[in-house]
């Protein structure tokens, strides 16, 4: 299994989230797979009990692919249920909400039904939740708890939202391209056709290489599509990008 390979100085520059994220192999096909990866990595290199992923996809509002336990389960299931909460705000900001005290927060007033449940069905007494973010395009969020009340610290805050940022190139490879083994290198191998698309939608947004591909993975999530389908409409000039398009 390939792993992505990461010079050492950058490497020091990582958070421990960003740096287990980059021994998740390259090779792993299956989008669950991947997300209960992403969570282990979560809860062991920050300070925390649990996480759930979902993602949003086209034809539902969300799909949880992944929950470490119960109690993971029951808050992205009572989110999905009434529509609000910490992982429903994540996703229409695009920026992570962070409770540090469940009971004592005045941020839970925007969410009372969902905070009133926690509270009586769950021993959670803090709740971050860090969209996964590509461009304009959300692609879900990772919803984080832990037991007891605290806030993230300034380092583990940076590590999660840049992880997210690495999480989110993950996915939409995973779940545009299956197989085709690109997340973090940016490097697309015997996919020709991929890298003709490419230098045309960097010619047209006027953009480089590495935005390029991000761009017309993050079409290919959002339709639903495979990459090279995307690629290949490009290819024969049935789609051209633009910069209103998403």
């Not at 989008?31 to 990595?41: F, G, K």
């Amino acid at each position: 299994m390939k792993a992505c390979v990461v010079g050492s100085g950058r490497m020091a520059e990582l958070g421990v989230v960003a740096r287990a994220l980059l021994e998740i192999a390259s090779d792993v096909e299956d989008e669950r797979a991947l997300a209960e990866q992403v969570c282990r990595a979560y809860v062991m290199g920050l300070d925390v009990d649990g996480a759930g992923i979902s993602l949003q996809t086209a034809s539902t509002s969300s799909q949880t692919l992944c929950a470490t336990d119960a109690t993971a389960e029951l808050l992205e299931e009572l989110q999905f249920s009434l529509g609000e909460g910490v992982c429903v705000e994540a996703a229409v900001t695009g920026r992570p909400v962070l409770v540090a005290d469940l009971h004592r927060s005045t941020e839970v007033r925007r969410w009372p039904t969902f905070a009133a449940a926690v509270v009586e069905q769950s021993d959670v007494g803090a709740l971050f939740a860090v969209p996964f973010q590509w461009g304009t395009i959300n692609l879900g969020v990772l919803d984080l708890y832990r037991t007891a009340p605290g806030s993230l610290s300034d380092a583990q805050l940076r590590d999660a939202v840049g992880a997210a940022d690495m999480a989110a190139l993950m996915f939409l490879g995973v779940r545009t391209d299956p197989g085709d083994g690109v997340w973090l290198d940016h490097s697309v191998h015997g996919r020709a056709e991929i890298h003709q698309a490419t230098g045309m939608v960097l010619a047209q947004l006027g953009v480089n290489a590495t935005d390029a591909l991000a761009r017309m993975r993050a079409y290919a999530f959002v339709e639903q599509r495979l990459l090279s389908d995307v690629a290949h409409d490009v290819v024969v000039r049935r789609l051209r990008f633009t910069q209103d398009m998403m």
